[in-house]
């Protein structure tokens, strides 16, 4: 029985052409707000994921300086303020223009069943226990469970129970031997991961954008979530708040739970 720790990996994050957005503001007319940006009025350091929700929000109103559009007077030139403004007005459709993209390993599927159902916004691509062989049974205990002596002895017998089955069955089935179809391993497999539980520690590719990624911080690490997946997005919400603190900024944390200023964006 191997002990693991689920882990974040951010992996993917957005990046803007600035070539393509100068010529298309070049024919709108909107050249100050690249100006803006190369002065590093936006942002200190380019900010591609903030760059891209207000490149997106500002499009829709034509709102790249006054005048543009005539029912545009004044503008909002600090960012932070502008995408706060998005938020406040709920106009979180501009979010889901900004995707990232995530590994998560070690984590079991007890969380990865719980994720999906998280469902717009989201693309997974998860670890198939019907074409991947368990050799060992990797495996999660929070810190209450691991403090129980008696709970962690007959948990790991169990565990190392599962493991040696699993190898008896893969020599059973001569799954090792010479010329055995893939196929054959594969349809073997898939039974085989029957007789590993619920917990087993896989992993995923999870993408989701800012919009989604808002609401499931706030819904997994909400007090009465499960445990694992508390931790998983405690992280992920860490992350964001460093990657894009304009629109991650307006969190508190209170005993693990991240409660947004604005809700439902």
Known sequence: M?????????????ELDYDEI?????DVGGESWLERLDRGDLDAELNDPQNLAEFAGRLCYRSWEPGLNPNVTRVRTDQT????????????????????????????????????????????SQ????????????????????QDAELMKRASALLEQMEEFQGWMAAHFGLDDEGVPFKEKKHKTSFMRRFA????????????????????????TAEGAEEEIRLIFGRIGELMRREAPALFGDYTVEDGAWIPQWRKV
């Open 2 to 14: 191997k002990s693991v720790e689920p882990e974040v990996f951010l992996v993917a994050r957005p």
């Open 22 to 26: 100068a010529r298309y503001l070049r």
């Open 81 to 124: 303020q502008y995408l706060q403004n998005i938020l406040r007005s709920m106009h979180g459709s501009v979010l889901e223009h900004v995707s990232f993209s995530f590994v998560l390993h070690n984590v079991s599927r007890v969380a990865t069943h719980e994720l999906v159902r998280h469902r717009p916004g989201v693309a997974i």
């Open 197 to 220: 539980p619920e917990g087993v520690a896989t992993g995923l590719v999870w993408t989701a954008n800012v919009r989604t990624l808002r609401h499931t911080i706030e819904a997994r």
């Open 127 to 146: 670890e198939s226990l019907r074409f991947v062989r368990l050799q060992d049974i990797p495996f999660w205990f929070p810190e209450w469970a691991r």
